[in-house]
């Protein structure tokens, strides 16, 4: 081997630097490309108010991909986001003074008290799903779908197929209250995405998250505690989903089996569409957010242009298989550019 | 010997073999008895497996003559090889792990019922037997990757002779086994060469080879050096062949004498006492001192690599690992780290981030000294500028991407990242493997100038040149086991090579 420092410039020019940012580029001109189609398709896609439409429908969605973003960035995955979310919601509404026609055996506690339990619940599960996939080494594919069936069962049982309607103010205000006109839960999930893209840029934890997910032996072999941060990914995996169940109850009004079961794949595809590495280490909250939108553009956009309702869900889950292929693809091109570093 | 007959039964004339540039065979000659043990040594990349994956079939396009019962013969795929009664145990195991022992008996050539379908009770009645006879008693329906290695390499070692193969070539097939375990298999290979089968057997471990074969024939360099009957050879000659003692300008500095300079006053650093990891490494006590660099030296799979793994918490022994005197329990990487025990892998794929800045991948291990909770991207860069300084990485600033260094330049980088706060304790895992000539000059004075700053350095490697470059002090590993100190005295290549 010789020994001549740097090897130049290999992928040189603009098709390098392409290649090497297919990953952000690829989820931009996707959204470029839907916001112009629809609002040629359609003449009430472009405005204002439909603007502020999306942001409204994609907040709960953002609340729980900011979670998964930090646990896929760690390039593992978490598919009991949407169970979490509905218990979350359901016990803050069982510990809630229900109307007399619920017939819900439910035990009325203080407002904040209630928020507190439903914030425990959720960590606590978040905790377990940590404990089984670093301590008991169970993937945490599998260790999650386990945690979505646990969580979706402990859902039936407090619900018992009944449906909640009240939720502590503070639940309601912030998941279906507005503020000068700008809806409360638009203002959490901005907030949300601004934190965790702090937390993950300028944070020791957030180098270490992406580091992980980088190269996890690596991170093993420079001391840095490899199972603690796939733990706190996992955990915030967890809270993020049940604040957004909470908030989601208010923003649909109540709380039942199965309310959220379509967030789960709207919560990954924005995350992977927005070009977060599925291998973990490349990505983050910026993306998230042009994923989101993608997301968004495309579910709002589809009912405004006159379009088969079922053809909707083709064309979704078409959408996803292309971010799919590109995310994959984009990882191709980089593991061939660092082979020809080595 | 058993039985001498004129003509061998496999004759290699005149074998010459490259791999692109590599000049790996040059006019090799190689012959094989009939019902002989045949051993075969040499340095690591002396051409030994090569020759014998052109014996087996693996490798065709080579140039010389091949005699198989006198006939000139030329295999074009092991497969072919096999047909003619030619079977290798491969050094990389080519078992299935996931399937039963069984199946891999029969491995492709599974019988047959009356209706097409396998003959399960068969299979496993007649690999029963099989093994039974060469001393392996084994239930023939448990999954091959549960059994200890050492149990799956005679059984795949069963696979090819009950293939019928009449030659047996084994490379390296004790570097994994336990003492049990080598004496069955060598219990095995004398019952076949009695039976008449012709077996070459490769393995670094000198002792095995002078005790199992009948003959010897030592690598050199891609060249044969010399065959000989067992009883007119030495270890010691042996050892003198393989590295070519007389072809001083070839061998520079390494076959004279080398002084070692161990300190035997320094306070003690960090010290095991009775260290022990499953298979691979058992009962290994040993001191390392402030400013002495300790050398670790063994074979291919002694333990040591493990061995220095479990000093970083990598992975978890047995016994007791004391730091300055305190007992610690290290059950995870970052405790060692914490307590100033740094360690450098000896794949750079697993020490680096590739697709990171180097900044980051210097910073990584003192995130915590630097910043309380927020980064200070600016003093990573700072740190990281002094250590392209100081450690001449060739690269145009801390905001390069790692994987576009040079190898050479990476091995850096994975030092540098423990250099910033010195540790007490450094663990080099094969420091130069792969390094030309002037990274390998630098990481021994970079090692040196951390010795003299009162680190206790521990250097583990498989090659000699290392460990007699960098170490004040050497430890030799054989078979799990510490077997041999030299300290404060003189000590060559031949004499570690023979104590290993
Ligand atoms: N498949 C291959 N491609 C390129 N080079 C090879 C290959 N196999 C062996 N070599 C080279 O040929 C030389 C001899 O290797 P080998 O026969 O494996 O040595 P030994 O078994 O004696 O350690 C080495 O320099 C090695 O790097
Ligand atoms: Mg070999």
């Known amino acids: 081997m010789s020994d001549t420092g740097t090897a130049t410039a290999r992928a040189g020019g603009v098709g390098g630097w392409v290649r090497g940012q297919l990953r952000n580029i690829a989820p931009f001109a996707t959204l470029l490309f839907l916001v112009i189609f629809f609002s040629f398709a359609s003449e009430s896609f472009f405005t204002v108010v439909n603007f502020a439409n999306i942001l409204n429908q994609v907040s709960i969605t953002a609340i729980i991909a900011v979670g998964l973003t930090f646990v896929i960035l760690c390039a593992e995955i978490d598919l009991s986001v949407a169970a979490i979310a509905n218990v979350t919601g359901i016990v803050v509404a069982f510990f809630t003074l229900q109307e007399s026609y619920v017939n819900i055996a439910n035990l009325p506690l203080p407002g904040l008290v209630a928020v507190l339990i439903a914030l425990l619940i959720c960590f606590a599960l978040g905790m377990v799903t940590a404990f089984g996939v670093t301590f008991i080494g169970i993937p945490s594919f599998i260790m999650t779908l386990a945690m979505m069936q646990i969580a979706d069962g402990m859902s039936a049982l407090f619900v018992r197929g009944q449906i909640a309607y009240a939720v502590p103010d503070i639940v309601l205000t912030l998941g279906s209250g507005s503020i000068f006109g700008v809806p409360w839960i638009v203002i959490v999930a901005g907030l949300f995405l601004l934190v965790a893209h702090l937390v993950l840029t300028y944070t020791r934890f957030g180098r270490y998250v992406y580091m992980v997910g980088g190269n996890r032996e690596a991170a093993e072999y420079s001391g840095v505690n490899v199972k603690f941060i796939i733990g706190a990914v996992l955990v915030i995996g967890a809270v993020c989903s049940g604040v957004a169940g909470m908030l989601g109850v208010a923003y649909f009004g109540s709380a039942q089996q199965n309310e959220f079961t379509t967030y789960l794949l709207d919560a990954i595809a924005a995350v992977v569409v927005g070009g977060t590495s599925l291998f973990g280490g490349r990505g983050g909250i910026p993306n998230t957010i042009v994923g989101l939108f993608v997301l968004g553009v495309l579910n709002n956009g589809l009912d405004h242009v006159q379009i088969d309702p079922f053809l909707k869900i083709l064309i979704r889950g078409l959408i996803l298989l292309a971010a799919l292929v590109i995310n994959v693809y984009a990882q191709r091109l980089r593991s061939q550019a660092e082979n020809a570093g080595d | ?500």
């Open chain 2, 1 to 500: 010997m058993t039985e001498s007959s004129d003509t061998p039964l496999l004759e290699m004339i005149d074998i010459s073999k490259s791999f692109g540039g590599v000049q790996a065979l040059r006019g090799v000659d190689f012959s094989l008895r009939a019902g002989e043990i045949h051993g075969l040594v040499g340095e690591n990349g002396a051409g030994k497996s090569t020759l014998m994956k052109i014996i087996a079939g693996v490798h065709h396009d080579f140039q010389g003559t091949m005699k198989l019962d006198g006939k000139p013969v030329r295999f074009r795929s092991a497969r072919d090889a096999l047909d003619a009664g030619v079977g290798m145990v491969h050094q990389e195991l080519s078992i299935v792990p996931d399937l039963t022992v069984a199946e891999n008996v029969f491995l492709g050539t599974q019988p047959k019922t009356r209706l097409g379908t396998i003959d399960w009770r068969r299979m496993v009645r007649e690999s029963r037997e099989h093994l039974a006879g060469l001393g392996i008693h084994v239930d023939p329906t448990t999954i091959i990757g549960e059994l200890p290695i050492g149990l799956q390499q005679l059984i795949e070692l069963a696979r090819v002779l009950f293939s019928g193969a009449r030659i047996i070539i084994l490379d390296e097939p004790t570097s994994a086994l336990s003492p049990p375990e080598v004496e069955l298999l060598f219990t095995t290979l004398r019952r076949l060469r009695d039976s008449g089968r012709s077996m070459v057997f490769i393995s670094h471990f000198l002792d095995d080879i002078l005790s199992i074969s009948d003959t010897v024939t030592i690598f050199r360099n891609g060249q044969k050096v010399i065959t000989s009957p067992v009883a007119e050879i030495d270890k010691r000659q042996v050892i003198e062949q393989m590295i070519g003692i007389g072809h001083r300008e070839l061998e520079e500095s390494y076959t004279g004498e080398i002084t070692l300079d161990t300190q035997f006053d320094a306070p003690v650093i960090m010290e095991t006492r009775g260290l022990s990891h499953e298979r691979t490494f058992q009962d290994v006590s040993m001191q390392v001192r402030a400013g002495e660099v300790l050398g670790i030296y063994g074979f291919m799979g002694c333990g040591q690599i493990e061995l220095a793994r479990a000093l970083f918490g990598k992975i978890r022994a047995q016994g007791v690992l004391t730091l300055d005197g305190k007992p610690i329990k290290l059950t995870r990487t970052s405790i060692a780290r914490q307590e100033g025990i740094a360690y450098v892998p000896e794949s750079r794929r697993s020490m680096l981030f590739h697709h990171e800045p180097l900044y980051k991948n210097m910073s990584i291990s003192i995130l915590e000294r630097i910043s309380r909770m927020l980064l200070k991207p600016s003093s990573e860069r700072e740190i990281a500028r002094g250590h392209i300084d100081n450690l001449r990485i060739r690269t145009p600033g801390p905001d390069q991407l790692l994987g576009n260094l040079s190898g050479g330049n990476q091995q850096k980088v994975a030092l540098a990242k423990w250099l910033t706060h010195a540790p007490k304790v450094l663990i080099l895992s094969e420091p130069t493997r792969g390094m030309d000539v002037g990274a390998k000059e630098d990481v021994v004075r970079i090692v040196r100038g951390l010795r003299d700053k009162g680190i206790a350095v521990i250097v583990v490697s498989t090659e000699p040149e290392t460990v007699l470059s960098l170490a004040d002090r050497i430890l030799v590993m054989k078979k799990g086991e510490i077997v041999r100190e030299f300290a404060g005295d003189t000590v060559s290549k031949d004499r570690l090579l023979e104590a290993a």
